[in-house]
């Protein structure tokens, strides 16, 4: 099946810890999102990457960091200096740059314990 | 500021009734504009995109137009079923010089149809 596989469905961070989220895509798809959504508000950009090996910082990069090594993978880890992490992590991707669509994975609910 | 609006925040219907969901923004310069549904827990899935120079497109019983000189954007539903039930999102795509496209996400109309 071709798409985007976010892993895990549900995950859980204890203080002071750091989780990754992992997010493959089989489109060949060059660039790759990632975004938070909270209750109400529209989602929000984390960090964006259009090639292997560079991304950028998205509206609310503080706190997370990405990598790019493969087309592939774009894992998200959200890191001890993000203090309200609990939300809906959701990783898009996209052929183009400008008029694309963007396909999204199942998302990933992260709370804190 | 560039922003999209929706409303109404939410709406219940019955089934098989229609109903229409609004969109304004003020992006510019604006490249394309864009209706995701997403279901409870899920990732959003496209329904339509249209540019600046389309007024209208159609997806089965989903049916989005876009009027950009009043920047106003309506996603119509017709003959509506339980399934229709979700958060339907307005995306629009802002043109930024030599960086491509930026989404601006509004915060979806969450749409409840009832038997």
């Known amino acids: 099946d071709g798409g985007i596989t976010q892993s895990p469905k549900y995950l859980f961070r204890k203080e002071g810890q750091n989780v990754t989220l992992s997010c493959e895509q089989n489109?060949?798809?060059?660039?790759m999102y990632w975004y938070r959504q909270d209750p109400g508000q529209g989602l929000r950009l984390i960090y964006y990457?259009?090639?292997?090996?560079?991304?950028q910082k998205g509206d609310i990069a503080e706190g997370y960091s990405v990598s790019r090594e493969k087309k592939e993978s774009f894992p998200l880890t959200v890191t001890s200096a993000q203090k309200n992490p609990t939300a809906f992590y959701l990783c898009?991707?996209?052929?183009?740059?400008?008029?694309?669509?963007?396909?999204f994975g199942a998302g990933t609910r992260l709370s804190v314990l | 500021k560039n922003q999209v609006e929706q409303s109404p925040q939410s709406l219940i219907i019955l089934e098989g009734k229609n109903c229409t969901l609004q969109?304004?923004?003020?992006?510019?310069?604006?490249?394309?504009l864009r209706w995701y549904k997403q279901d409870t827990g899920r990732g959003p899935v496209s329904l339509t995109i249209?540019?600046?120079?389309?007024n209208t497109k159609s997806n089965g019983r989903y049916t989005a137009t876009l009027d950009a000189d009043t920047k106003q954007s309506s996603l119509h539903i017709t003959a509506s079923q339980l399934s229709d039930s979700a958060s339907y999102i307005c995306?629009?795509?802002?043109?930024?010089?030599?960086?491509?496209?930026?989404?601006?996400f509004g915060q979806g109309t969450e749409l409840s149809v009832k038997p």
């Open positions: 898009a991707s996209a052929s183009g740059r400008v008029v694309n669509i963007q396909y």
């Open positions: 489109l060949n798809h060059d660039a």
């Open positions: 990457s259009q090639i292997v090996n560079d991304f």
């Open positions: 969109c304004n923004y003020t992006v510019s310069p604006f490249s394309n």
């Open positions: 249209m540019t600046f120079s389309e």
């Open positions: 995306v629009v795509s802002w043109l930024i010089y030599n960086q491509g496209g930026k989404l601006i």
